[in-house]
């Protein structure tokens, strides 16, 4: 029977190293498939036994990259691994500066060839090597990736230059030229590019590790005997009774057997109002007891959580291959075999014709003039630009690849509380008199729960005066608080007190979803107040513009219907799901990427499944560390117009590097014949270092191109 063995892959630059893993592994005896991703720098590989696993590792060390087993050492790794890289970068820039110097500032002599010879080696044989130890591992498996490229250019620059500082008298005179600076430019600027691209992924928290420390590390045992012991939680074992007080976290799935509790469930559902939980209801691990004391049976082992499975999904979700298209990459494929032929025909040309001075230097030129600096920096570039203007703009792009698919978004998908909602409880009206409402916010200041929270708030906001009860009160778990002659709660509440009410006063309320508090003052009912999650003032806005431009809106909640209903009307929101649980969010995000690109924006820890199963998640700043850990994109100052600053930038940044990437081969396209010398009876016979001038300018237009974004 086979089996899924996974882990965790360090250094891998592009979707082509991706690919390179996967070939190499598939071809070991005893792995049936494999499954490697770039993005999530993880692989997953279906194999027979035991036994294969040392072969899989060794395989991918032997391609250059390192082994992560757990999620620990991959985040120790992974902060290795960048600043191993910056460090390289730094020395590489800094030498490439020293040769560069010597190159144009001074007199060419034997010491200053010397010189450029011993700092271009350090540069190209150690600041560089990961692109010959990654070029090496592609070739093996036929993958001509952009270190293919970048090893060529390197290789032909710094050996020409190398036998002309050895052996200048082998060398027309004319041609007799050391271009070292070229090949530790190569080097500097494809780091550069990579080190910006790796240390933008390189923000993204570990959202799975959080989630799993969302649940208590601890529990209290109820034993047989009525006494309490406090265990391990994760060593509960199914059976097992716990007792659960007021401010406690829920350490397991289960159910409730004795007491009655509030339960903010808001980390789960999104719900914004607690639940009143009773004897026989089901409960999940994370949540919390905001008021009243519950015993808990354990029903689930620790991995059959809903929190265990939400870090399932999360896990799946994040290894998928997104489906963005490398252009780079992909036309290194087709273009790396064209210029080595190139090289090779222009060779032979020259050396039949009896040049084989003409025939070494032409075939270097080609090679050097086709370097894929421009190529390597038309993405990286173009995306930093982008989202450090974004950044500006209150937007903070943590994945840059969803910059490449955003252009064709067409669902765009909101949750209710605390993303299109303030995710706080308001009090949205009240019939109370201020004197009422003072004697009901005295004694709500008593209380921790979010109803009184808000009922305080809306005090202090409308200089309604209120002092601290000082009497003897009763707090009523699941109907409110009483006193000797005020009553504070639900309906229930007030007929179990046989106190009469007009229910149509504030019916309207209910059935729009609303929460109502009633008020019973000396055994006489006073009047209601309605609470409910604000709308926020820009998110009807948002709305309007993503449907005027033709992108379906959809909203998923945990709320009730009612409070759905209400909110989708009034926000003109062309599809709603209510009343539905984290997996049932992710199920809706995944068939609605079925329809094309589906962008997700949430808060909460319930939304960490759909922002990452999402083409492209978006966090608020405002929600949980989780939600913003796992989304792609985070909104820093909470404001959703953010979603169409993100989709215009999109649209921009494609289309600069496109033109980058146009540009960057349309100069390959003219300048290769001049450096093969096509046109060599006319006098144009381009030398090396004209070649490498040549392949510094389009690396320039290249970046000022880009720099138009920063701009915008």
């Known amino acids: 029977m086979s089996q899924i063995f996974k882990l965790n892959i360090i250094g891998m630059t592009c979707v082509n190293c991706s690919n390179a893993v996967e070939k190499v592994t598939k071809k070991i005896p005893g792995v049936k498939n494999a499954n ?6 993880s692989g997953e590989f279906e194999i027979e036994n035991d036994d294969i696993k040392d072969k899989i590792r060794q395989k991918i060390e032997k391609l250059g990259y390192e082994i992560a087993t757990n999620y620990e050492e991959l985040a120790f790794k992974k902060q290795n691994a960048l600043k191993r890289m910056k460090n390289t970068l730094l020395l590489s ?89 070229s090949a530790a430019m190569i080097i500097t600027f494809i780091s550069l590019g990579k080190f910006l691209e790796e240390n933008s992924k390189a923000k993204a928290d570990d959202y799975i590790k959080s989630l799993l420390n969302l649940t208590p590390k601890m529990a209290v045992l109820l034993k047989e005997d009525g006494t309490t012991d406090e265990v391990l939680a994760k060593n509960l074992k199914i059976g097992d009774v716990v007792l659960v007080k007021n401010g406690m976290t829920i350490p397991r799935d289960g159910v409730i057997v004795d007491g009655g509790a509030e339960i903010d469930t808001s980390i789960l559902t999104g719900e914004s109002l607690p639940i009143y939980k009773k004897v026989g209801d089901n409960i999940n691990a994370g949540c919390l007891n905001a008021n009243g004391t519950i015993a808990i049976r354990i029903t689930t082992y620790n991995h059959e959580t809903l929190l265990s499975r939400m870090t399932k999904l999360l896990s799946e979700a994040s290894a998928k291959k997104m489906p963005i298209s490398r252009f780079a990459d992909k036309i290194a494929n087709i273009f790396v075999p064209i210029v080595i032929l190139i090289s090779l025909v222009t060779f032979l040309v020259w050396f039949l014709l009896g040049n084989l001075g003409y025939a070494v230097v032409c075939a270097i030129c080609v090679l050097v003039i086709s370097c894929p600096c421009a190529l390597g920096l038309a993405t990286p570039i173009a995306i930093v630009c982008s989202i450090s203007n974004l950044a500006k703009k209150g937007v903070l792009v943590k994945n840059p690849e969803v910059l490449e698919i955003l252009k064709d978004t067409k669902n765009v998908i909101f949750d209710k509380t605390g993303t299109l909602t303030s995710g706080k409880i308001e009090v949205y009206k009240t019939n109370l008199s201020d004197e009422i409402f003072s004697k009901v916010a005295s004694l709500e200041v008593l209380n921790e729960h979010l109803i009184a929270k808000a009922i305080i708030k809306y005090a202090k906001e409308n200089d309604i005066k209120f002092d601290k009860f000082n009497g003897k009160f009763e707090n009523l778990v699941g109907k409110g608080l009483k006193t000797d002659n005020l009553i504070i709660g639900n309906e229930n509440l007030l007929l179990e007190n046989d106190i009469k009410f007009e229910k149509k006063e504030f019916e309207d309320f209910l059935d729009k979803g609303f929460g109502v508090v009633l008020v019973a003052v000396d055994g006489k009912y006073k009047g209601y107040i309605a609470l409910n999650d604000r709308v926020k003032s820009h998110s009807k806005e948002i709305i309007d513009k993503l449907n ?84 792609d994109i985070l909104l820093i100052n909470n404001d959703l117009n953010g979603i169409l600053k993100i989709i215009k930038a999109s649209n921009k940044t494609m289309n600069i590097i496109k033109q980058n990437l146009f540009w960057a081969f349309f100069y390959n396209a003219l300048c290769i014949p001049l450096a093969a010398g096509v046109f060599a009876s006319f006098g144009l016979l381009l030398s090396p270092v004209y070649a490498a001038l040549a392949m510094s300018f389009s690396s320039v237009s290249v970046v000022l191109n880009s720099l138009r974004l920063k701009l915008w």
């Open 93 to 181: 820039i800094f030498l490439t500066i020293i040769v560069m110097i010597l190159h144009m500032g001074l007199k060419h002599s034997f010491l200053n060839s010397l010189m450029q010879f011993i700092l271009t080696t350090v540069v190209v044989f150690y600041c560089g090597r990961h692109f010959f130890i990654h070029a090496f591992g592609a070739l093996k498996n036929r993958n001509f990736d952009m270190n293919v490229l970048v090893s060529l250019g390197v290789f032909s620059a710094y050996f020409y230059s190398t036998f002309a500082f050895l052996f200048p008298s082998l060398i027309p005179s004319k041609l007799n030229y050391v271009y070292f600076e």
């Open 36 to 41: 490697v991703s770039f993005t999530a720098n």
């Open 548 to 631: 005027n431009a033709s992108i379906n809106t959809i909203m998923l909640t945990g709320d009730n219907q009612k409070v759905a209903d209400f909110v989708a009307s009034n926000l003109k929101i062309k599809e709603v799901f209510s009343q539905i649980l984290p997996e049932q969010k992710f199920e809706i995000v995944k068939k609605q990427k079925e329809n094309g690109v589906t962008v997700f924006i949430g808060d909460g820890v319930n939304d960490a499944l759909s922002l990452k199963e999402a083409d492209c998640g978006i966090a608020m700043n405002s929600g949980s560390d989780i939600a913003k850990s796992s989304g």
